[in-house]
């Protein structure tokens, strides 16, 4: 029995990683995990603020792909803590080729220390509140 999944484009490495993790959330996902988040409500209370239904297909998708487990540290209501599998965490390298391309070609962005680039020896100034 042939268990191979057969490519959706092209036998491209590029198009099937985009497959996988390509949207405008699953890196951010992998992230916010590197960085120790490991529970729904922490990866929902990231900057970005990723709608909540678009967060639980995303950690359901990623999971399916193998990039990350679930284990239920709660039962009622069931709750999961969120780890990266070591394909997961080889995405680390792509967030890093990230940072530094858009640190080098994005004026103004920052690391997810808040360190803004060209600035690694200041903190980054804090956004100024309004009433």
Sequence with gaps: ??????????????????DIV???????VVRDLLHGKSTYGELALSPERIPTNILA?????LESAGILTRTPYQNRPVRY??????KGRALGD?????????????PG??????VPSGKEGRPAAQPRRTR
């Design 57 to 61: 297909d995303r950690l359901d998708r």
């Design 1 to 18: 029995m042939n268990t191979v999944k057969p490519f959706e484009r092209s036998h491209c490495a590029v198009a099937n990683s985009l």
């Design 94 to 106: 792509v967030l890093l080729a990230f940072v530094r391309w858009g640190t080098e070609h994005i």
């Design 81 to 86: 803590a969120y780890r990266l599998t070591p």
């Design 109 to 114: 962005t920052v690391t997810l220390k808040g």
């Design 22 to 28: 390509g949207d405008k959330w699953s890196l951010l």
